[in-house]
């Protein structure tokens, strides 16, 4: 088969590992990619919001599937846009994206569909959104409705905090992301995500993971994308990975089925484990970065059969086998991540730290400048490493980030801490 990936980070770059592993596989095309992908396929620049350029692109390539690796292109219809082409793609239309493409409508369907989330409602004006806060008082979360690059969310632990979120996200900063706000109830426990497979009428469990969100150590500092992951998550034995499909997943996938836009590839819940147990943080209709880092390496099964029985809706009903083994993947940024990061920084020593064994490299924000690997992102490299438990695994990726010499990143030194207190 031939295949084109969508996407230029850590994710894809993890996916085309996977996806270059398939006896399926004829050839790779990642658009627009990245420096470590370019070994693994053809690098090919596309637009991504171009649907058009895409589809031809296919139709003469003769691409019998496309993985779209981030949630902007779903979210604006690439999916449908090719599947009325007559060209395959692994991911939901956009109808079903809304779940990740809008928080208001994700509320709105838990509720009706009695799915475990936090109390909310939504706003259009300051006025109104500030006096519910005051009446709910704090801590409280204030989310903007849209897509916002993980920038749209304040946990304020003040009245006063929750104020000026409301205002900046009103101020119009986030574009039509910020038209309405969502504020919700703060949820207290332990932060995981939980990924399944889905093929329109069947969901079939794929992985759990936990990120760290806060760009400091000790959960600190602002939001980012994720500065590492660690799969699996200790968290979610058996019992809650069962109570999470039943809960949350089986009703979410009969939810958007009755609602006329049937769910189909991978659902990406965001999940807070409470005392009363797992409620819903939010929806993505894709995979997670830097999660799919920690959890393709423990995949011992062919990604591209998998993606493809998704969108065939053919999915079998046993689940895909991961390794009991633990990846942990720790993300190199940028100094200045998460606000504007320091481009043009050169880093070396990335083939040593590919050669240890247990140690996947993949990259998240670089350029090739001649032979020179160059940063060019806030997120810039994801170092992964494998073992029998989570100490393991993270003595591993910090050995192999110990041989990287990189003056203009920084890392946690902490990636884990969560699953180490369970394993005392
Ligand atoms: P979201 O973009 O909705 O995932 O929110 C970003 C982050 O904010 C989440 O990963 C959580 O760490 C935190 N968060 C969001 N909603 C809540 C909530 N209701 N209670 C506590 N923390 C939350
Ligand atoms: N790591 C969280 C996300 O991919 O949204």
Redesign the pocket.
């Known amino acids: 088969m031939n295949v084109l990936l969508l996407g230029s980070g850590g994710r894809e770059h993890a996916l085309a590992i996977a996806l270059a592993k398939s006896p399926l596989l004829e050839t790779l095309f990642v658009a627009p990619g990245n420096p470590g992908m370019a070994s693994l396929g053809q690098v090919v620049v596309l637009d991504l919001a171009d649907h058009s350029a895409i589809a031809s692109f296919c139709k003469v390539m003769s691409i019998d599937l496309v993985v779209v690796g981030p949630e902007a292109p779903l979210v604006a219809g690439i999916i449908d846009h090719l599947t009325a082409a007559g060209i395959k793609a692994f991911g939901p239309s956009k109808a079903a994206a809304r779940l990740e493409g809008s928080?208001a409508f994700a509320k709105d369907f838990c509720r009706r569909h009695a799915i475990p989330t936090?109390a909310y409602a939504c706003f259009t004006d300051a006025v109104s959104a500030k006096a519910y806060a005051r009446e709910k008082g704090a801590p409280i979360?204030i989310?903007a409705d849209g897509l916002a690059a993980?920038k749209?969310?304040t946990?304020a632990m003040s009245l006063d905090e929750a104020e000026a979120a409301i205002d900046t996200i009103f101020s119009g900063g986030l574009g039509q992301a910020g038209d309405s706000i969502v504020i919700?109830?703060?949820?207290e426990g332990e932060?995981v995500s939980f990924f399944a497979l889905c093929d329109g009428t069947r969901a079939l469990e794929f992985a759990s993971a936990q990120d760290h969100?806060r760009v400091g150590e000790g959960e600190s500092g602002p939001?980012t994308g994720g500065m590492g992951a660690y799969s699996p998550a200790p968290v979610m034995d058996a019992k809650m990975r069962e109570r999470v499909m039943r809960e949350i997943v089986a009703p979410t996938l009969k939810g958007m089925t009755a609602t006329g836009a049937p769910f189909k590839g991978v659902l990406f819940v965001?999940l807070?484990i409470c005392a009363d147990g797992p409620k819903l943080?939010?929806y993505n209709v894709r995979f997670g970065d830097p999660e799919t880092q920690a959890i393709l390496p423990r995949l011992e099964e062919d990604l591209l059969a998998l993606l493809l029985a998704c969108v065939e809706e053919r999915l079998s009903e046993r689940q895909p086998r991961l390794s009991p083994l633990t990846a942990l993947s720790v993300v190199l940024a940028a100094k200045g991540y998460p606000g504007a990061p320091l481009r043009g920084s050169e880093i070396r020593g990335i083939a040593r730290a590919e050669a240890m064994p247990f140690v996947a490299i993949t990259h998240a924000g670089t350029k090739r400048e001649g032979q020179k690997l160059i940063a060019d992102g806030g997120r810039v490299l994801n170092v992964t490493g494998i073992g029998t438990d989570v100490a393991e695994a993270r003595a591993r990726a910090y050995a192999a980030i110990g041989t990287i010499d990189w003056p203009g990143g920084f890392f946690r030194c902490d990636i884990g801490w969560q699953a180490l207190k369970h394993d005392r």
């Open positions: 928080k936090a979360v989310k993980g749209g969310v946990v919700e109830d703060f949820l932060e969100k939001n965001g807070m943080i939010e």
